[in-house]
């Protein structure tokens, strides 16, 4: 097939934009170097760590960090049908009003709620701000661990702040329990929700083990791709390319095609297309610290057994729906703060390690998370070989002020624990105990998964794209995931990414991405 566009990555924004631009008639060619999503692990949300570093993740590595003691962390990113939004905690959380004004014209939050209510089914069906008659399903779920109740109402207790409906209408502040992608039980990714419900349409080709190595150019067209697939070099000619392979694959397909910096891409050999200083810079990311505490009360720990399987198994219950991050705040580390820059996901469990530490008994969990970082990283090659890893540089705490954020979330995580039911649970601070903060953070710090920025959209020269997503000074070229946010929001970003699947859809085809 010649399709009309080559779309390349599955996850959380090419699922979107690809029915999107499906929808609307065109032909689509989708090129995902992953494999199917059908497992257990994925269908059920409390197994989501047990798909990391399998054949579902990338499993990538960062660079050593200085400021973690050398340390290199491990960056899960999905390799599956639906990409990340396979393997997550399904949070689903779009982030604040103030987070989209700041990214400016045609993408405040006026100009993308539309596009967020059109991909959403929300439980509670449609309103001002909710979408009812989208393709993924998401709300409250119906029940949660006792443990995050006692949360909640020790959080409001503790802090003095609202409890809080929903985060999605626009405003983070408060204590609640974080709404989540599913259905009776189940995981909803992005492409259980819009691709595969059309899988068999005439006009969409769907090739899963497909690598992509580099794009085709006439002059400064990208008309199609070079990739690996069942063990050939192929390749295929379309009338347009959207990248959508993610904050750390997007800027390695674009350098490894001739676009980025122009040191980096002669340090690799690589002959240049299009100078674009900004390819790969301005890498943000949450960190994220672990708080955890013994329980008076019985937590998950007990319950997340083989044991768990056959509820699950039987009719869709039992603690494998959990998405293990039931309920979560927003705050201040400094009350001077215009908004909140930290964020807690609580879970009724140790969670620690990306869950590949276990300990015996009874634990709850407070992850504070800074979710306005100040350090800035960026994506680079390793090799020109596009079977290669880039190599990936946060630079964790490169701004001290990050450092100071997350040792206030960790006080402000003791009171919390300390008040109310979730005090009269709490048998005692496990970690970080009597350790030094500073110390603490620097050893145990850890991804929240979020990576963004790496392809900035904006009107600058650093900037990758434009505000409607194509890249600068090429045709027929787009990108879009979450490199292309300007600004880090301040919570969870697979919902972002779908939106911005959704309007790219639209600012490609020229109806205004709405």
């Not at 993740?57 to 340390?71: M, S, V």
């Not at 019985?298 to 699950?312: C, E, G, H, I, K």
């Not at 219950?317 to 979560?328: H, R």
């Not at 039911?421 to 970690?431: S, T």
């Amino acid at each position: 097939m010649k399709p009309d566009y080559v779309v390349v990555g599955a996850g959380a924004a090419g699922c979107v934009l690809t029915r999107r631009l499906l929808d609307a008639g065109a032909r689509v060619l989708l090129l995902e170097a992953g494999g199917h999503d059908r497992h257990l692990f994925v269908t059920a949300p409390a197994a989501f760590s047990r798909l990391f570093r399998t054949r579902f993740d990338w499993a990538f590595q960062t660079e050593p960090q200085a400021q973690l003691n050398g340390r290199r962390l491990y960056w899960p990113r999905g390799r599956v049908l639906g990409g990340s939004s396979a393997i997550n905690a399904t949070i689903y959380i779009r982030g604040a009003r103030q987070d989209y004004d700041g990214w400016g014209e045609g993408w405040r939050w006026d100009d993308v709620l539309p596009a967020f209510r059109a991909i959403e089914r929300h439980h509670a069906g449609e309103s001002e701000t909710r979408g009812g008659t989208g393709e993924l399903p998401a709300g409250h779920r119906p029940q949660s661990h006792a443990l995050s109740e006692a949360f909640v109402q020790s959080a409001v207790h503790a802090l003095g702040m609202p409890a809080a409906r929903s985060f999605n209408d626009g405003v983070l502040d408060g204590a609640g329990h974080f709404e989540s992608n599913h259905l009776r039980g189940e995981r909803w990714s992005a492409f259980r929700a819009f691709l595969r419900p059309v899988l068999q349409h005439p006009r969409l080709t769907v090739l899963t083990g497909a690598q992509v190595h580099r794009l085709l150019w006439d002059g400064r067209r990208a008309c199609g791709v070079q990739f690996r697939h069942d063990g050939r070099l192929r390749e295929v000619q379309s009338g347009g390319v959207v990248l959508a392979a993610g904050t750390v694959q997007t800027p390695q397909l674009l350098m490894l095609s001739g676009v980025g910096p122009r040191a980096e891409l002669e340090r690799h050999g690589l002959p240049m297309r299009q100078h674009l200083p900004g390819v790969g810079q301005h890498l943000q990311d949450h960190p994220a610290v672990p708080v955890i505490f013994r329980s008076r009360l019985p937590s998950l720990d007990a319950q997340l057994t083989d044991r768990a399987a056959l509820p699950y198994l039987l009719n869709r219950s039992g603690a494998l729906t959990s998405n293990l991050a039931e309920a979560g705040a927003f705050v201040r580390s400094d009350p001077a703060l215009a908004h909140p820059d930290l964020q807690f996901h609580f879970g009724p469990l140790y969670f620690r390690q990306h869950g590949f530490v276990r300990e015996p008994g009874q634990f709850f969990s407070l992850g504070p998370v800074l979710v306005a970082p100040r350090s800035v990283g960026q994506i680079t090659l390793a090799s020109s070989d596009p079977a290669a890893a880039p190599r990936i540089d946060p630079r964790y705490l490169s701004d001290p002020a990050d450092l100071e954020a997350l040792k206030n979330g960790i006080r402000l995580a003791r009171e919390i624990a300390a008040s109310g039911p979730l005090g009269q649970a709490n048998a005692g601070e496990h970690l970080p105990g009597p350790a030094a903060l500073d110390g603490y953070v620097r050893q145990e710090l850890e991804t929240l998964y979020h990576p963004t920025g790496s392809c900035r959209m904006g009107d600058s020269e650093q900037d990758v794209v434009d505000r409607r997503l194509q890249v600068h000074g090429l045709q027929g070229l787009w990108v879009a995931d979450a490199s292309v946010m300007p600004q880090i929001i301040h919570a969870n970003t697979n919902a972002t990414s779908m939106m911005i699947g959704q309007r790219a859809a639209g600012l490609i085809l020229g109806s205004g991405g709405a």
